[in-house]
C-alpha cells in the first residue's frame, strides 16, 4: 500500500511539474520569437508596466529594504497614502521576490514572477478541472493550458497584478463548487479572501462572476437532485453569503485601509467630463431598463426550466429558454443600431475575438481559448445526451458575460461602476474560463461515449464557417483561418476517436489527450506571438536599463551636492511623456503622478494650477511654472529647454541632453502664512493665472497679483488656426495657456512660429512660457490649431466645432517684481525641515511674537498625527486639502507629522477576529466528524 501511494504521489507530482513546466516554456518561446528580453533586445516592459508598474517594483524594493515607508510616500503629487498603490499594484506574495533582485535587474525580477505566476494559473485550473469534471491528468493540462495562454492572458502579460486573478478564479470555482454541492466552505473563503487581498480590482470583478457562478452551480444541482428544491437552494444561498462576509472580513486588514485610502478619489474634481455617446443621466435610465429586463429574463428562464414542472414538459421548457436567450440578444443589438446602447466594439470585432489573430488592441476583446476549446464548446451546447436545461444555464451564462464585455453600461459595472482607461476587455477571462467549462464538459461526456461524429463535425463546421466569413470580412488574416480550420478538424476528429470506444484502443487517452495538449498549445503560441507583435518592440530594454541607471545617479549626485529637503522635478519621461512616477523609482519628491491610487485632492490642486489637464487622475509636470514652482518648493528642474527664469546648474544628461536647472526663487517644503489661508480653495475660480493670483493672495493674506492679463488681439483665422498677438511688458515673463473643453479633442500651441506642441490631451495641457525675462517689451505670436485626434469626448463633429469654437488662448505676463516680493515675504519664517518622508516630517519654526499657520506643503490627510512641541494639534485644510497648515505658538517650535494609514488598525483587528472564527469552526466540525 505504502509502495502504491508512493507511486501514485510521484506521478502525481511529475504532472504537476509537466503542467507548470509547459506555460512557463511557452512565455520562454514567445519571448525568444518576438525578441523580447531576457531572450532579446525588445523591453518585456510595455504600456503600462513600463509607464507605471516597473517604478512601483523599484519602490517596493526599497520598502522591503527598509529605505522607503509602505504607508505613504512624499515622492507623488505632494504626498499620497500608498497603501491604496501597495494594495492594488503590489500586494501578490510573489511580489516579495522583488529585494532578491539588484535594483539594475528589476525587469529581469518581472518576467520571473510573471513565469511562477503562469505555472501557478496551469496547476489551479489543472486541478479544478479534475475535481469539477474527472478529466485524465492530460486531458485536463490541455484544456487548463487554453485558459492559462488564452489571448486574454498574451495581451494582458502587461498587468502582471492581474494575472494572481487567474490563480484564484479556480479555486473559488472549486470552492463554489464544493459548497453547493458538499456544502464545504473553507476553500470558497481562504480562495475568495485571497483575491482580494493580492488585487482589490480584480477581486472586486471576481467576486461578482463568483456569485454567478455559483447560481449556475446551484442551478446545475437542481436539474440532477429534483429533491434539492428551494429550500435547499435557500440553504446555500445563506451559506455563500456567509462565506462572502467571511472572506471580506478575513481580507479586513487591507480591504478596510484600501477604501478609506480610496475613497477621496471619485469626486467629480478629479472625474472630469462625461464620457461621449448619451448624456450619463439617459446612460443609466437604459442601464437600469437593461439591468431590469435582463433580471426578468433570468425569472423567465428559471420558471421555464423549473425542476418541479411534469416531465413531459421538459422538452418546451429548454426551447423557451432558447427562445428568450435570442430574443434578448436581438434586442440589443437592435437598441446598438437605435444608438439607445451604447457598445465597446462592432458585433465583427466581438466574434472575431474568439479566433486566433483577430484580436487588435483596444478595439477586439480577448476572449479566445483556441479553435479546439470553442469546438468542444459548441459539441457541449448542442449535445443531446446532456440535459437541455444544463446546456441552456451555460448559454445563459455565457450570454451575460459577452453583453457584459460587449454593451458599455453593464462593463463599466464590472469595471467598478467607472469608464476604465484602455486594457478592453478586462473581464474576458471570465468568458474563457466558461469555454473551457463548456469544453471540459463535453470531453467528460465524451469520454462516456456521447458525442455523436455527425454533431462533432457540425460544430468544427460551424467554427471553420465563422472564421472563414470573418476572414471574407478582413476581421481575421486568412492565414489565421486555415490554422483555426486546421485545428478545429484534428479537434473534431479527436474528440470523435475520444468517444469511440474501438478507436480509444487505437489511439489511446494518453495518445489525444497529448494531441489535444499540442494543437492547444502551438495555437495559443503563434496567438501570443501575433499578439506581442502588436505590443512589444518599441522599447529596448537596453535603453531602459540606461536611463534608469542614469535618472538613480544623477539623483544620488544631486543629493551629495545639496543634501537639504526640496522638490524635483522633469518635464520630459522615459516613455511618450507619461512615465510620471520617476521619484518612486529614483528616491526624489516630484509633482508628475500617474497612478489608480492617489490624492484626489493634490491632483485636483496641481492640475488647475496649470501643471497638467484639469479633470484627469493624473498629473504631468510639463513644463516648470515659475511662481507655483517656487511656492511648493520645486528647487530642481531637469529640462531639455532652458525655463524662463531658472539658472542652469551646469549638470547635463549624457542620454536625453536636458540640463539641471535651479529655482532661485524656490521657497522650503514648509512655512508661515497668512490664517487666511485655511479652508481656502479652488471652488468657481476661473483660468490657472487667476486661481494662482488666488492662491498666493491667500498666503500672503492681502491682494497680490502675480499674474496680469497682456494686451492680446485675436488675428482673423486662416486655415482653421486661430492667432493672436500679445504684448509682453519689461520684467515680465510671457506664459500662454490653451483654454478649452475636452470635447474639443487635441490641438497644438505654435509660439512665434516655433515647433508645435501638443495641448488639449490627457496628459499634455499645461501653461507654457512664451518668453523669458523680458528687458523691454515683446510682441509674442501664439497660434492654436486643432487636431480633431487623440482624446475627444463629443458626441459628433458639430459638437466638436463647437466646443473649439469656445476655446480661447490666455496669454498672461507674470510680474517678476511681484513674485520677489512674496517670495521675500514668505520665505521670512521658514520650516528648517529636519525629514521629510513617508516616514515621517520635523522640523522647527519660528512663530514669532504671536505664533502664526504653518503650511506644510503635503496634502492633509487624516493618517497624519501632527505635534507641536510635544502635543498633539489639529491641522486644517489649504487648498481643499492638497496642503497642510499647523497652528503654531509665538518663539521656536518643534513640529513633528507620523504618519499612520487610516483604517489599517481596525482593519487588522477584524481580520484576526474572522481568522479566529474559521479556525475554531474548522476545529468544531473535525472534532464533530471524529465523534461521528
Known sequence: MTAARARRGAVAFAWGVLGFALPVLMLAAVSAWNGVYPFGPASFLTEDLLYQYVDFFTWFRAVLLGDESLFYSTAQALGANTWGL???????????????????????????????????????????LRRRFGLSRGAALALALAFTWSSWTAAQLRNPLWLDALICLPLMATGAWALVREGRWRLLVGATAASIIVCWYTGYMTILFLCCYAVFECFLRCVDEPGFGWRGVARTALRFAAAMVGALALAAFTFVPTVLAMMGD???????EPASGLPWGTALKLGGAALVLGAVGVVAVVAALRWSRPAARRGLRPALAAGLLAVAAAALVVLERLHLLGVTCTLVELASGFFLGGWRVNEVPQVSAGAAVLVLALVFLTCSRLDARKRAAAAWLGFALLASVWVTVLYCVWCGFRAPNGFYSRIGFFVVFLLVWMAAAGLAEGARGGLSRRRVAVCAG?????AAGLGLLGAVPWGCVLASAAVASLAAAGAVLASQRGARRVAGPAVLSAGLAVLVGAELLFGAHLAWSQLYGIFTQEGQDAYAAESRDTQEALTGADPGFYRVAKTYTRAFDVALNEGLAAGYRDLSSYCSAHDGAAIYFLNSLGYSQEGQFSTRYAEPILPSDALLGVRYVWS????AGFVSTGEESALTGARLYRDL?????????SAGAEGFSFDELGDPFTRQNAFASALAGREVELFRPCEAVEEPAADGTRTWRAQVPEGAIGYAYVEASRRAGECQLVVDGGDPVLENARFQQSIHAVTGVTEAPVEVTVAVAFTNEGESLARDAEEARQAQDAAACLVWYLDMAALEELVDELGARPLEVEAFSGAGIAGVVDGGAEGGLLMVSVPNDPGWTVRVNGQVVTTADIAGGALTGVSVGPGENRVEMT??????????????????????LTVHERRCRRSV
Open 899 to 920: 504618519y499612520r494609514t487610516p483604517g489599517l488598525v481596525p482593519g487588522c483587528v477584524v481580520s484576526g477576529v474572522a481568522l479566529a472564527v474559521v479556525v475554531g
Open 665 to 673: 526663487y524656490a521657497l522650503p517644503l514648509g512655512y508661515l502664512v
Open 86 to 128: 501597495y494594495s492594488y499594484y503590489l500586494a501578490s506574495p510573489f511580489n516579495l521576490l522583488v529585494a532578491l533582485f539588484p535594483v539594475e535587474r528589476v525587469t529581469l525580477f518581472v518576467w520571473m514572477i510573471t513565469a511562477l505566476k503562469l505555472g501557478c494559473v496551469q496547476l489551479a485550473m489543472t486541478w479544478f
Open 266 to 272: 471619485v469626486s467629480g474634481r478629479v472625474a472630469g
Open 462 to 466: 460551424v467554427v471553420v464557417a465563422l
Open 640 to 643: 531639455t529647454e532652458e525655463p
